[in-house]
């Protein structure tokens, strides 16, 4: 079945430092992936829809210039947090929808990485 | 925000039925439910999702009301590696997902 793989899965790095996390779909092709954000004990909360060669769009309330999003490729998306702090600190999660199975929008079951849980000292 | 309301949590036997309820009685005729569940510290698993017919995998049964406002998915034999938050979600016109809080089930031996 579909994969999407999320790299690296865990993160520790100093405050001021920026991380990069990659997403990848490994066996389909993915126009559009989404970035979540999960503290402890909360939901999934979407942060951006990220576009292969346009630019991504953001949730309101999340900083683009905080949080940059590249999709270059069919198969890669990339969220770089610039310039972390501690209250960056959360699990980051990437997700694909498979491709549409004809009908209505929305019949696209969604695969998600196995995140990202950043820790900034 | 999320259009669908879930109980917080719910226990069921190993080996029993688990039977989960969500109501979102503002689904409009363009929107599939959707649900996914999410095992502690991993991304989120896709399990099934339906438009108005009930349907059936490998993994569960989606059972939704003639009137759409209400669905229950079923685990026929829940097993401990099945304890996780369940997320029900309705999706349509768009590819995006809105996460509410969802239901932890807790599956017992």
């Known amino acids: 079945g579909a994969v999407v793989s999320q790299h690296p899965s865990w993160v520790i790095c100093k405050s001021g430092t920026s991380v990069k996390i990659e997403c990848r779909s490994l066996?389909?092709?993915?126009?559009?992936m989404f970035w979540y954000r999960q503290f402890p004990k909360q939901s999934l909360m979407l942060m951006a829809t990220?576009?292969?060669?346009?630019?991504?769009?953001?949730e309101q309330g999340v900083e683009k210039d905080k949080f940059l999003i590249n999709h270059a490729s069919l198969t890669l998306s990339t969220l770089t947090v610039t310039s972390a702090h501690p209250e960056d600190s959360s699990f980051y999660i990437c997700?694909?929808?498979?491709?549409?199975?004809?009908?209505?929008?929305?019949?696209?079951?969604?695969?998600f990485g196995d995140g990202t849980r950043l820790s900034i000292l | 925000d999320a259009k669908t309301t879930q109980p917080p949590s719910m226990d069921c036997a190993e080996g029993r039925a688990a039977n989960l309820p969500c109501n979102h009685s503002?689904?409009?005729?363009?929107?599939?439910v959707y649900w996914y569940r999410q095992i502690h510290s991993q991304g989120p698993q896709y399990i099934i999702h339906?438009?108005?017919n009930n349907e059936t995998n490998e993994m569960a049964s989606l059972i939704i009301t003639e009137d759409r406002k209400s669905s229950t998915l079923i685990l026929p034999h829940a097993t401990l590696r099945d304890t996780a938050v369940y997320y029900c979600?309705?999706?349509?016109?768009?590819?995006?997902?809105?996460f509410g809080k969802g239901t932890k089930l807790t599956v017992n031996p």
């Open positions: 997700s694909a929808p498979v491709g549409r199975q004809g009908g209505l929008v929305g019949n696209q079951p969604q695969h």
């Open positions: 066996d389909f092709q993915a126009t559009t």
């Open positions: 990220s576009n292969e060669g346009s630019k991504a769009t953001y």
């Open positions: 503002t689904i409009s005729g363009n929107e599939y």
């Open positions: 339906g438009l108005k």
């Open positions: 979600i309705v999706q349509g016109g768009s590819e995006k997902l809105v």
